[in-house]
């Protein structure tokens, strides 16, 4: 075989092979730390629950404009047919947070459907356990329970797809 075919069959092969290995990666990282946090109503959600499932993690803060204004956003998201889970998380009583009760009473006097789950982290220690630092801050979920991304502020419905369909 002469060399310039020979290269161009290499590259072909080492092309192959990155693009591979970059579809791979999306579904690695660390293992997502485990909670058990009451949603408004009191049931108790374990992220193990969802061990098989893709989970879209949304910390958010009521004081936090950027979070507010993106919340119909995920209300969309929340009603348009899936194959993941949308798990909101809020941390009562610190960070600037009301505490659980005035929580639940303002975001039952606003507008919104209530499509989506909102978990209360009292003490904020799961936020501190996805190291996570501003908000809103979020966390993408493979199916076999890695965070394969984590990214802080606002981001579009399009993007939370995309990232949600380049993972297992």
């Known amino acids: 075989m002469k060399l310039p075919q020979l290269l161009l069959l290499l590259v072909a092969l080492l092309l192959t092979l990155s693009s591979c290995s970059e579809a791979l990666s999306e579904n690695r990282g660390p293992e997502a730390p485990d909670f058990a946090l009451p949603d408004l ?22 004081w936090c404009s950027i979070c507010l204004s993106g919340l119909n956003e995920l209300e969309e998201l929340a009603e348009s047919d899936n ?24 975001f039952s006097a606003i507008d919104h459907h209530g499509d989506f789950i909102v978990l209360l982290d009292d003490g904020g ?7 996570m630092e501003a ?34």
Do not use: C
């Open 125 to 131: 220690d799961v936020f501190g356990q996805f190291k």
């Open 41 to 62: 109503n009191g049931t108790v959600h374990h992220l193990s629950d969802y061990r098989g499932e893709k989970v879209y993690l949304f910390f958010w803060a009521s």
């Open 135 to 168: 908000y809103p801050s979020s966390a993408w979920i493979s199916s076999a329970g890695r965070i394969t991304k984590q990214r802080t502020g606002h981001i579009s419905n399009d993007e939370i797809l995309e990232l949600m369909n380049s993972i297992r």
């Open 83 to 106: 194959d993941f889970t949308i798990l909101t998380i809020i941390s009562p009583g610190t960070y600037a947070e009301r505490n659980a009760n005035e929580f639940n009473a303002w």
